[in-house]
């Protein structure tokens, strides 16, 4: 959770995807709420760039309608 505090107003992604979840008509978060979607998120990136070889896409972090790879299970 701390990382969201400095994160989050130093990443416009971060900024963004935190005023959406407060501020949407239904379904809206509380502010703790809301860290907690970004600190999952926070979590989550350095896990998809190692076990996918890719850079960080700010595009794909917004959920935006960059097509995607689907990454062939290892047996």
């Given at each position: 959770?701390?990382?969201?505090?400095?994160?989050?107003?130093a990443?416009p992604?971060?900024?963004?995807?935190?005023t959406?979840?407060?501020?949407?008509?239904?379904?809206?978060?509380?502010?703790?709420?809301?860290?907690?979607?970004?600190?999952?998120?926070?979590?989550?990136?350095?896990h998809a760039?190692?076990?996918?070889?890719?850079?960080?896409?700010?595009v794909?972090?917004t959920h935006?309608?960059e097509p995607?790879?689907v990454?062939?299970?290892?047996?």
């Amino acid at each position: 959770m701390r990382a969201v505090w400095s994160a989050q107003p130093a990443n416009p992604v971060y900024t963004a995807r935190f005023t959406h979840l407060t501020t949407r008509a239904q379904n809206k978060l509380t502010v703790t709420q809301a860290q907690a979607v970004i600190a999952a998120a926070i979590l989550r990136q350095p896990h998809a760039v190692v076990t996918t070889g890719r850079a960080w896409n700010p595009v794909i972090a917004t959920h935006a309608a960059e097509p995607r790879t689907v990454m062939p299970i290892a047996a």
